[in-house]
């Protein structure tokens, strides 16, 4: 691929709804709906989610069950991904247009995975998880993320076995998420 151009990619969403709060995944739902139409998006919830709160959320999307911890719910949304390219999203957050475009700029192949720059935090340990870019295939070759400890220890030791299979950590500047 060539860098620095936009690419067409096979990109979806997955929203990550930790609170199972009805309000923010509606707020996310609606985005993706309106500014990227024909996208594939589902939710992402705790497992402790009572059975009328899952039915609600369901009303909005697809709705899938993770552990207690963010990287159990975002393991589960990699492990139910259809698409080669993965945003990663909080539910709340109103996702652009054209962040696909933004985020292809910057891929060279399918061991690249990007992230924005927030609060100057440029490395992949100390960033937010809020935008994350993955491809499917590089996920599933690296394996899902510790779903205890301390998150950046977690993200540390994940990134580690990353870099071990040739992947390359990308952030992103300018990529106002909300």
Not at 2 to 21: A, H, Q, T, V, W
Request: charged share 25%; proline share 4%.
């Amino acid at each position: 691929m060539e860098m620095y151009r936009p690419k067409d990619l096979n990109y979806g969403f997955i929203i990550l709804c930790p609170d199972s709060n009805f309000a923010l995944l509606k707020s996310t739902v609606s985005s993706i709906s309106i500014r990227h139409p024909q996208k594939n998006f589902f939710g992402v919830t705790a497992n402790t989610i009572s059975l009328k709160e899952f039915k609600d959320l369901k009303n909005l999307c697809p709705v899938y069950k993770g552990g207690l911890t963010i990287t159990s719910l975002i393991n589960a949304g990699m492990e139910k991904a259809k698409n080669e390219w993965n945003f990663l999203f909080f539910a709340g957050v109103s996702v652009k247009t054209k962040i696909d475009k933004k985020f292809s700029n910057f891929i060279n192949d399918e061991k690249d995975i990007l992230f924005p720059i927030v609060d100057g935090k440029a490395n992949f340990v100390d960033a937010t998880l809020n935008g994350l870019f993955i491809n499917k295939k590089t996920w599933d070759r690296i394996g899902p993320m510790d779903s205890e400890g301390p998150l950046d220890i977690v993200k540390l030791i994940w990134a580690a076995k990353a870099i071990d299979h040739g992947v390359k950590f990308k952030a992103i500047a300018g990529t106002k998420l909300c």
